[in-house]
């Protein structure tokens, strides 16, 4: 087995921060040569280039990305570590590394994290967000300790992890005041053919919807969609079209984007999960989001 000198990767590392030898070198008080010389290293063992050159500055390769983004986490944790060993042990951050797929709203996700923020004990969290596959892989080689998802788990990823309900919700029809004004007359008949603003394909939200508007004999028409649902929402404020959105976050949405509701779907159910690499819950942050999720937030929807 070969074995990284995290030295090289230091002095890699610098001169992708800085973006040339010559302000590497100031910062690190050592030659350019010998900078040099310690990336060629590095790329020898790795196999690749890891820089190329435009002009005077160097520019990183898609590999080099990769290697610094590795690297960013190890050199981060490792001042981390410093910071936290100068503190006395009861004052220590504890870490939470938590990662959120791309279709959980940001006020679903805001509102479950809220206990790490009110944590008894410092916290230092880390959030990331990303597709599930992508974050389970992470999850299951610990460099996550929960996934927060609204889908549970798939079976056939080849990965071990454990699924927990924190809540369900219904779904909220809402859009712009003229707009929503108009599409509660008549509802739901008045969504036939009426501009639609919806989340992406094959998302749990968009698959419920899809369902309830097979089964009320309705189509309205999808003008966009979105995997980003801030931006879908903020679309919707601008009057073009009527969104869905977990009824667990209506109040904070209307007070945010100035949506009003149109009407609430019960049978279009939202689910939201904790998904971790463990059974049984451990991590003391990971208790406390979802004790409140479910004595709270989604407590009676």
């Known amino acids: 087995m070969e074995w990284l000198n995290y030295h090289h990767l230091r002095y890699f590392w610098m001169v992708a921060k800085e973006g040339t030898l010559k302000q590497a070198s100031l910062k690190m008080a050592v030659s350019q040569p010998s900078i040099s010389a310690q990336i060629r290293l590095l790329e020898n063992l790795l196999g690749e280039n890891l820089f190329r050159r435009s002009g005077r500055r160097l520019i990183m390769t ?21 910071a936290a060993l100068k503190q006395t042990p009861g004052n220590r951050p504890l870490r939470f590394r938590v990662g959120i797929t791309d279709s959980v709203p940001k006020l679903v996700a805001s509102h479950i994290l809220r206990p790490a923020f009110e944590f008894p004990r410092p916290v230092h969290v880390v959030c990331r967000e990303g597709g599930l596959d992508f974050l389970l892989v992470e999850l ?37 005041r003229e707009q929503a004004a108009r599409l509660r007359r008549g509802f739901p008949r008045s969504l036939d053919g009426a501009a639609a603003l919806l989340p992406s394909e ?100």
């Open 62 to 82: 898609d590999i080099g990305q990769m290697v610094f983004g590795y690297a960013e986490e190890i050199f981060s944790a490792g001042q981390e570590m410093l």
């Open 202 to 301: 094959m998302t749990s939200l968009r698959i419920s919807l899809g369902r309830w508007f097979d089964s009320a004999g309705i189509r309205p028409k999808v003008i966009a969609e979105f995997e980003d649902s801030a931006l879908m929402k903020s679309v919707a404020a601008e009057g073009l079209g009527f969104t869905a959105i977990p009824s667990v976050i209506v109040k904070g949405v209307q007070a945010r984007y100035g949506l009003e509701t149109i009407a609430t779907i019960k049978e279009c159910q939202n689910q939201f999960y904790a998904i971790t690499a463990e059974r049984r819950l451990k991590h003391p942050v990971v208790l406390a989001i979802t004790e409140r999720s479910r004595s709270d937030m989604f407590a009676g929807k």
């Open 140 to 176: 299951a080689s610990y460099r996550l300790d929960i996934v927060l998802a609204d889908e549970s788990a798939s079976r056939g990823l080849q990965v071990r992890t454990f699924s927990h309900l924190l809540g369900k919700c219904g779904t909220t029809l809402c859009a712009a």
